[in-house]
């Protein structure tokens, strides 16, 4: 690093580094609101990935600089090995960050350690190869072995092309996110989803932009190659901060009907609400009047606006007064409005189909799961039921 643009690059890598270490720190301190009980995988996660960045940059740092490279440590294998390793693991990390919102992983289930092995063939191939930062730097190259620049070239391979897989995935988790939370969930935010398909389109340019870089490299000059590298730096700066704002505002919004909803056995805490009854009249008017529950996309916030009551003052009422969160609450009032359509004899001619879209339901999976487990059977067999029953009472 010989002029001014690469003093500046450093600079701007050691402060992304610093910053990136303060984020961990503040995703590991972000306290949880009153009466929840944190999940802390996404956290978790968030937080692993923030470190692999840390350890990319730093050791990028290291292989670049003119006086890390003088050192006795750019002799040993050690360095290229951090860095593959920090590469190859993002993806993977990514992935299970954006599947950890939506559930609990169990990492100690075998088929989870595959998405390792692209870590663990870099580390084979360069220590078995003994391969330094020397060895790294493609300029130096034609020097090598054959063998050692096969080595090299293949590790080179695995991380510029690997990421490109995962970011794929991760596309495809968040899609599958957006739908399990549209079919199972009443609170969802739609500003977290697009802003998590932001964080996905920030990414799949910062790994394409490497792609190409790579295969461009044999064919532009090593200043312009070393140009490519910089700019793929400053996607980094750009996007861990975009992530950051993802995994701040999903940890504690997208996830919060996961534990924003749990009771304080240890205090009433109705008792200590301020004009509680009249509270507690909005609830049922918003369900007997206003039909809230008929919104598909209804979720505690719009719920709490519409009837006039505080967000938290909402939650605290279907868990103390109703036993029960949010989601149950909504979901039991939609199954009871579906048994009453489906024993209606003005609905006879409507198909099941009909019934849990006029219920509030937009997903079939979703309403058969909620009707069979609070009413022990399917829809289909509580109307046939329904109308023995009423044909019983009825007769022709």
Same mark, same amino acid.
């Given at each position: 690093?010989?002029?001014?643009?690469?003093?500046?690059?450093?600079?701007? $890598?050691?402060?992304?580094?610093?910053?990136?270490?303060?984020l961990? %720190?503040?995703?590991?301190? *972000?306290?949880? &609101?009153?009466?929840?009980?944190? @999940?802390?995988?996404? @956290?978790?996660l968030?937080?692993?990935?923030?470190?692999?960045?840390?350890? +990319?940059?730093?050791?990028?740092l290291?292989?670049?600089? #003119?006086?890390?490279?003088?050192?006795?440590?750019?002799?040993?294998?050690?360095?290229? #090995?951090l860095?593959?390793?920090?590469? *190859?693991?993002?993806?993977? %990390?990514?992935?299970?960050?954006? @599947?950890?919102?939506?559930?609990? $992983?169990?990492?100690?289930?075998?088929?989870?350690?595959?998405? !390792?092995?692209?870590?663990?063939?870099?580390? =084979?191939? $360069?220590?078995?190869?003994?391969?330094?930062?020397y060895?790294?730097m493609?300029?130096?190259?034609?020097?090598?072995?054959?063998?050692?620049?096969?080595?090299?070239? /293949?590790?080179w391979?695995? /991380?510029?092309?690997?990421?490109?897989?995962?970011?794929?995935?991760?596309?495809?988790?968040?899609?599958?996110l957006?739908?399990? +939370?549209e079919?199972?969930?009443? =609170?969802?935010?739609? @500003?977290?989803?697009? !802003?998590?398909?932001?964080?996905?389109?920030?990414?799949f340019?910062?790994?394409?932009?490497s792609?190409?870089?790579?295969?461009?490299?044999?064919?532009?000059?090593?200043?312009?190659?070393?140009?490519?590298?910089? *700019?793929?730096?400053?996607?980094?700066?750009?996007? $861990? &901060?975009?992530?950051?704002?993802?995994?701040?505002?999903?940890?504690?919004?997208?996830?919060?009907?996961? /534990?924003?909803?749990?009771?304080?056995?240890?205090?009433?805490?109705?008792?200590? +609400?301020?004009?509680?009854?009249?509270?507690?009249?909005?609830?049922?008017?918003?369900?007997?009047?206003?039909?809230?529950?008929?919104?598909?996309?209804?979720? *505690?916030?719009?719920?709490?606006?519409? %009837?006039?009551?505080?967000?938290?003052?909402?939650?605290?009422?279907?868990?103390?007064h109703?036993?029960?969160?949010?989601f149950?609450?909504?979901?039991?009032?939609?199954?009871?409005?579906?048994?009453?359509?489906? #024993? #209606?004899?003005?609905?006879?001619?409507?198909?099941? !189909?009909?019934? !849990?879209?006029?219920?509030?339901?937009?997903?079939?999976s979703?309403?058969?799961?909620? /009707?069979?487990?609070?009413?022990? +059977?399917?829809?289909?067999?509580?109307?046939?039921? =329904?109308?023995?029953?009423?044909?019983?009472? &009825?007769?022709?």
């Open positions: 690093m010989k002029n001014l643009l690469l003093n500046l690059h450093e600079v701007v $890598i050691v402060l992304t580094i610093i910053e990136t270490l303060l961990c %720190v503040a995703l590991g301190l *972000l306290p949880a &609101n009153a009466g929840q009980i944190p @999940r802390k995988q996404p @956290r978790r968030l937080q692993a990935f923030f470190l692999l960045v840390v350890g +990319m940059l730093t050791t990028t290291i292989t670049w600089n #003119a006086s890390f490279q003088a050192m006795a440590i750019a002799n040993y294998p050690i360095i290229p #090995a860095l593959s390793a920090c590469l *190859l693991l993002q993806g993977p %990390v990514l992935f299970y960050y954006l @599947r950890s919102l939506s559930q609990e $992983i169990n990492f100690q289930r075998w088929y989870h350690g595959i998405h !390792l092995l692209p870590a663990l063939v870099a580390l =084979a191939v $360069i220590f078995a190869y003994d391969l330094s930062i060895d790294w493609p300029g130096h190259w034609p020097e090598l072995l054959h063998a050692d620049r096969m080595a090299m070239a /293949f590790v391979a695995l /991380f510029k092309c690997s990421p490109l897989g995962y970011v794929l995935a991760c596309f495809y988790t968040e899609h599958r957006r739908q399990q +939370m079919q199972m969930y009443s =609170a969802i935010s739609e @500003r977290e989803l697009r !802003l998590a398909d932001l964080v996905l389109g920030g990414f340019i910062h790994w394409f932009w792609f190409i870089a790579y295969f461009l490299g044999g064919y532009v000059s090593g200043e312009t190659n070393d140009l490519l590298g910089i *700019l793929n730096n400053y996607l980094t700066v750009i996007l $861990i &901060n975009v992530v950051f704002l993802f995994g701040w505002r999903n940890t504690r919004q997208l996830l919060k009907q996961d /534990f924003i909803e749990i009771t304080d056995t240890g205090k009433d805490r109705l008792q200590e +609400m301020a004009q509680v009854d009249e509270k507690l009249q909005a609830v049922e008017n918003g369900i007997r009047q206003q039909r809230l529950h008929l919104e598909s996309q209804i979720n *505690l916030e719009r719920f709490a606006e519409l %009837v006039g009551v505080k967000p938290r003052e909402l939650s605290t009422i279907i868990n103390d109703y036993q029960q969160n949010f149950e609450f909504i979901n039991s009032q939609r199954v009871e409005e579906a048994k009453r359509l489906l #024993a #209606a004899p003005e609905c006879v001619g409507d198909t099941v !189909l009909d019934i !849990l879209y006029k219920s509030g339901f937009n997903s079939q979703a309403f058969h799961r909620f /009707f069979k487990r609070m009413v022990g +059977m399917t829809p289909s067999e509580y109307r046939k039921q =329904a109308h023995r029953s009423l044909s019983a009472i &009825n007769p022709l």
